[in-house]
């Protein structure tokens, strides 16, 4: 099993920056033994779909959401299985629950999806 847990969100105003940051960690039969492919985070908004925001591979390719280039900046430490997403110039239509998302490499493929419990930014304006 493993386990993603997020930490970094709270209220902002508008033009505000935030940082977000996510670990995965194994526990169980999964133990330290795990390999993570690509790392990223979604966003569901109230009344909205959850949809992607950045994603970055293993190798570091990066892809964001359109509404999001240019003011997020998705990031990984790859040796603690941690990636980040720096959030600058916030807007209101940012708001929203974030999930760490992170797929599991078993066998030289991907294998597991896993989702973080989600933690919620808030932008005012």
């Known amino acids: 099993q493993v386990q993603l847990v997020e930490s970094g969100g709270g209220l902002v105003q508008a033009g505000g920056s935030l940082r977000l940051s996510c670990a995965a960690s194994g526990s169980g039969s999964s133990g330290s033994g795990f390999s993570i492919g690509t790392m990223g985070w979604y966003r569901q908004a109230p009344g909205s779909q959850r949809d992607m925001v950045a994603v970055?591979?293993?190798?570091?390719?990066?892809n964001y959401a359109d509404s999001v280039k240019g003011r997020f900046t998705v990031s990984r430490d790859y040796a603690k299985n941690t990636v980040f997403l720096e959030m600058n110039n916030l807007k209101p239509e940012d708001t929203g629950v974030y999930y760490c998302?992170?797929?599991?490499?078993?066998?030289?493929?991907?294998?597991?999806?896993?989702w973080g419990q989600g933690t919620q930014v808030t932008v005012s304006s």
């Open positions: 998302y992170a797929t599991r490499i078993r066998l030289g493929r991907p294998s597991s999806d896993y």
């Open positions: 970055i591979a293993s190798g570091g390719a990066k």
